[in-house]
């Protein structure tokens, strides 16, 4: 699917330079797609260069939440919601382990580390899978909550904002942690209705009951803020948050009697890695997408929208961020790469620009993580995975939608 849509930006921007050339008389086209690919070439690897130092961290911190039992404590606290969630895991099988290390990469906003995490997850799944070539429920139901994001820390999406000039890159912290609920919560209960799962329990209505009231007093308390208390606020939350995390991951590592240093540095090779990893991915998608943007197609279509919207007499600004929405379930590298062209062009802190960063972190890329999760243990019949990992993209694109505009609009 991916090579598709990239030959695919390619060639639309071909056609529509020789439309710009030919019938508009504007020969200069060819010179500004070419001068956007070098422009976007080197956007793309700035980028990818300071992510490395992000990266770097947040696998040296989960690293020392591995060693000094913070992930295992987040095990404990959620294994009786896991329990009922995934019912055929046996008791003490390294599948459950797996699926909690992947959650909390994916918690952190470490998409890329995420994966080979899910990868070993679903393997271990399919040990215990009774029909090797369907999905399991309990395969569905993880592949579904990856698909939703779970997104509780957007390292990656605050760095991007740096990067590309927000005044706070960490202003989206609140609104993308409730768009990212929203998305979680509505493929967990679609999945669950589906696979006949029981979750009128008191241990899951204890779980979800005491998440959605966190969320809603949240969501309740900050619209009766003005615009420059909601500001100062959800920057203080965001940051104590974080930094909490990092303290707390090292102050339970330090008591365990872990090198912290040296646990740090262990991981933060691997951040090393996985960041250099991602330069070649998306510099190959702002390339595409420059030239695409260049050639006038995304503008027109875009426009063509924007003007429907109009029509019925709503606002229009969340159009501009469309792209990343209609992408994001295809192709994570091609809504990342969306994401820092809708900074770079509009600005890290237009309403577009903040839109755009806030789907990209609340759901996640349902035909990529389904081709390459279920791909990997020779899955066939997925049966109801793409209806429920899409549901809760959709879930998570409303959210995103409505949290933008409570807090920026």
């Known amino acids: ?21 030919l019938v508009l008389g504007e020969p200069g086209v060819w010179a500004a797609m070419v001068g956007s690919s070098f422009d976007m ?28 039992g913070a992930v295992s404590l987040v095990a404990r606290a959620f294994d009786p919601l896991l329990r009922r969630l ?63 994001a779970v997104t509780l820390i957007p390292t990656a999406i605050m760095t991007y904002r740096a990067q590309m000039g927000a005044k706070d890159p960490t202003d989206v ?13 509505t493929g967990i209960l679609v999945t669950a209705r589906l696979q006949g799962l029981r979750l009128a329990s008191p241990v899951t209505l204890a779980y979800f009951g005491s998440a959605t009231l966190v969320i809603g007093l949240a969501a309740a308390y900050v ?5 420059e208390t909601l500001e100062r606020q ?20 330090v008591r365990k009697g872990v090198a912290v240093y040296e646990t740090f540095v262990e991981g933060a090779k691997e951040g090393f890695t996985v960041a250099v990893g991602i330069i070649p991915h998306l510099v190959g998608m702002l390339v595409a997408i420059g030239i695409l943007r260049t050639s006038g197609v995304l503008d027109q279509l875009l426009d063509a929208v924007r003007l429907a919207v109009a029509s019925v007499g709503l606002d229009g600004r969340w159009v501009d961020a469309l792209p990343v929405a209609l992408v994001r379930p295809l192709s994570g590298s091609g809504a990342r790469g969306l994401v820092i062209e809708t900074m770079k062009t509009l600005g890290a802190d237009s309403f ?12 996640e890329t349902t035909f990529y993580v389904l081709a390459v999760y279920f791909g990997s243990v020779g899955i066939k019949n997925t049966r109801h995975a793409i209806v429920c990992g899409l549901t809760a993209e959709f879930a998570g694109f409303a959210g995103a939608l409505a949290v933008a505009y409570l807090f920026f609009g």
């Open 173 to 185: 912290f609140l609104p993308l942690l409730i768009a990212t609920f929203c998305s979680t919560m």
């Open 352 to 363: 577009a620009g903040r839109l755009a960063c806030i789907i990209q972190g609340s759901t």
């Open 223 to 227: 619209s009766g803020l003005d615009k």
């Open 86 to 148: 995934f019912p055929s895991i046996p008791p003490a099988h390294p599948a459950g382990a797996s699926i909690v290390m992947n959650l909390s990469a994916n918690m952190l906003g470490l998409d890329n580390a995420a994966t080979p995490l899910g990868l070993k997850a679903m393997k271990e799944l399919q040990e215990i899978n009774p029909e090797p070539d369907t999905a399991s429920n309990d395969q569905i139901m993880f592949l579904v909550v990856n698909a939703s």
């Open 41 to 68: 070439a080197k956007t793309g690897f700035e980028i990818s260069i300071g992510l490395t130092g992000v990266m770097c961290l947040w696998l040296g911190i989960m690293k020392i939440g591995e060693k000094g």
């Open 234 to 253: 959800t920057s203080l939350f965001a940051n104590l948050a974080i930094f909490s995390v990092i303290v707390g991951f090292v102050l339970l590592a």
């Open 1 to 21: 699917m991916l090579n598709w849509i990239w030959a695919g930006f390619f060639f639309v921007a071909f056609l529509a330079g020789l439309f710009r050339w």
